[in-house]
Nanobody, 128 residues
Protein backbone atom coordinates (compact mmCIF):
# COMPACT_ATOMS: atom_id res chain seq x y z
CA UNK A 1 0.00 0.00 0.00
CA UNK A 2 1.07 3.55 -0.73
CA UNK A 3 -0.16 6.52 1.28
CA UNK A 4 -0.01 9.92 -0.41
CA UNK A 5 -0.14 13.20 1.50
CA UNK A 6 -0.41 16.54 -0.28
CA UNK A 7 0.72 19.88 1.13
CA UNK A 8 1.38 23.42 -0.04
CA UNK A 9 -2.10 24.57 -0.88
CA UNK A 10 -3.44 27.95 0.16
CA UNK A 11 -4.90 31.23 -0.99
CA UNK A 12 -3.14 33.41 -3.52
CA UNK A 13 -3.99 36.38 -5.71
CA UNK A 14 -4.25 36.04 -9.49
CA UNK A 15 -0.79 36.00 -11.02
CA UNK A 16 0.74 34.46 -7.92
CA UNK A 17 2.52 31.15 -7.42
CA UNK A 18 2.22 28.07 -5.26
CA UNK A 19 4.22 24.86 -5.02
CA UNK A 20 2.37 21.71 -4.11
CA UNK A 21 4.13 18.67 -2.71
CA UNK A 22 2.97 15.09 -2.38
CA UNK A 23 4.90 12.72 -0.15
CA UNK A 24 4.51 8.97 -0.27
CA UNK A 25 4.87 6.58 2.60
CA UNK A 26 4.37 2.90 3.15
CA UNK A 27 6.09 1.87 -0.04
CA UNK A 28 8.42 3.49 -2.52
CA UNK A 29 6.80 4.82 -5.68
CA UNK A 30 10.00 5.11 -7.67
CA UNK A 31 8.64 2.99 -10.54
CA UNK A 32 5.20 4.55 -10.67
CA UNK A 33 3.73 7.23 -12.90
CA UNK A 34 2.54 10.14 -10.76
CA UNK A 35 -0.07 12.74 -11.53
CA UNK A 36 -1.97 15.74 -10.24
CA UNK A 37 -5.71 16.11 -10.66
CA UNK A 38 -8.00 18.90 -9.44
CA UNK A 39 -11.64 19.30 -8.66
CA UNK A 40 -13.49 22.59 -8.57
CA UNK A 41 -16.67 22.93 -6.53
CA UNK A 42 -19.57 21.32 -8.35
CA UNK A 43 -17.39 19.93 -11.13
CA UNK A 44 -15.81 16.60 -11.95
CA UNK A 45 -12.23 15.83 -11.06
CA UNK A 46 -9.93 16.65 -13.99
CA UNK A 47 -6.41 15.81 -15.03
CA UNK A 48 -3.73 18.46 -14.58
CA UNK A 49 -0.31 16.87 -15.15
CA UNK A 50 1.54 13.55 -15.09
CA UNK A 51 5.18 12.46 -14.99
CA UNK A 52 6.64 9.05 -15.67
CA UNK A 53 8.87 7.11 -13.29
CA UNK A 54 12.17 8.51 -14.53
CA UNK A 55 10.95 12.08 -14.88
CA UNK A 56 11.73 12.37 -18.59
CA UNK A 57 8.18 12.30 -19.92
CA UNK A 58 5.38 14.69 -19.02
CA UNK A 59 1.80 15.41 -19.93
CA UNK A 60 -0.21 18.55 -19.15
CA UNK A 61 -3.75 19.65 -19.72
CA UNK A 62 -3.76 22.50 -22.24
CA UNK A 63 -5.04 25.06 -19.76
CA UNK A 64 -1.90 24.84 -17.59
CA UNK A 65 0.80 24.44 -20.23
CA UNK A 66 3.52 27.03 -19.80
CA UNK A 67 2.35 27.87 -16.27
CA UNK A 68 2.60 24.62 -14.28
CA UNK A 69 5.56 22.26 -13.95
CA UNK A 70 5.43 18.74 -12.53
CA UNK A 71 8.60 17.18 -11.14
CA UNK A 72 9.60 14.36 -8.83
CA UNK A 73 12.37 13.37 -6.45
CA UNK A 74 12.42 9.59 -6.17
CA UNK A 75 15.01 9.69 -3.38
CA UNK A 76 12.54 11.70 -1.30
CA UNK A 77 9.44 9.83 -2.52
CA UNK A 78 7.93 13.19 -3.41
CA UNK A 79 6.21 14.70 -6.44
CA UNK A 80 5.79 18.45 -6.91
CA UNK A 81 3.57 20.80 -8.86
CA UNK A 82 4.96 24.29 -9.35
CA UNK A 83 2.09 26.59 -10.27
CA UNK A 84 2.85 30.04 -11.67
CA UNK A 85 0.64 32.79 -13.12
CA UNK A 86 -2.30 31.38 -11.26
CA UNK A 87 -5.81 32.23 -12.43
CA UNK A 88 -9.15 32.11 -10.60
CA UNK A 89 -10.12 29.12 -12.73
CA UNK A 90 -7.25 27.17 -11.15
CA UNK A 91 -9.17 27.16 -7.87
CA UNK A 92 -10.03 23.73 -6.53
CA UNK A 93 -8.88 20.78 -4.48
CA UNK A 94 -5.68 19.33 -5.89
CA UNK A 95 -5.05 15.60 -5.57
CA UNK A 96 -1.92 13.62 -6.29
CA UNK A 97 -2.24 10.11 -7.64
CA UNK A 98 -0.02 7.14 -8.43
CA UNK A 99 -0.38 4.55 -11.19
CA UNK A 100 1.24 1.28 -10.17
CA UNK A 101 0.30 -1.21 -12.92
CA UNK A 102 2.82 0.00 -15.51
CA UNK A 103 5.96 0.17 -13.44
CA UNK A 104 9.03 1.71 -15.08
CA UNK A 105 7.08 2.70 -18.19
CA UNK A 106 6.67 5.81 -20.32
CA UNK A 107 3.00 6.07 -19.35
CA UNK A 108 1.80 9.62 -18.59
CA UNK A 109 -1.90 9.13 -19.12
CA UNK A 110 -4.70 11.47 -18.11
CA UNK A 111 -7.40 8.93 -17.34
CA UNK A 112 -8.56 9.19 -13.75
CA UNK A 113 -9.53 5.51 -13.62
CA UNK A 114 -5.98 4.37 -14.38
CA UNK A 115 -4.62 5.75 -11.09
CA UNK A 116 -4.98 3.49 -8.10
CA UNK A 117 -3.54 5.47 -5.19
CA UNK A 118 -4.85 8.89 -4.18
CA UNK A 119 -4.09 11.53 -1.61
CA UNK A 120 -6.68 13.37 0.43
CA UNK A 121 -6.28 16.64 -1.46
CA UNK A 122 -5.14 20.17 -0.72
CA UNK A 123 -7.18 23.31 -1.37
CA UNK A 124 -5.93 25.97 -3.77
CA UNK A 125 -7.86 29.23 -3.94
CA UNK A 126 -7.00 31.96 -6.44
CA UNK A 127 -8.89 35.13 -5.74
CA UNK A 128 -8.39 38.86 -5.48
Amino acid sequence: QVQLVESGGGSVQPGGSLRLSCAASGRTFSGYTLAWFRQAAGKEREFVAAINWSGNRWNYVDSVKGRFTISRDNAKNTVYLQMNSLKPEDTGVYYCAAESKRRYSIYVGSSLTEYDYWGQGTQVTVSS
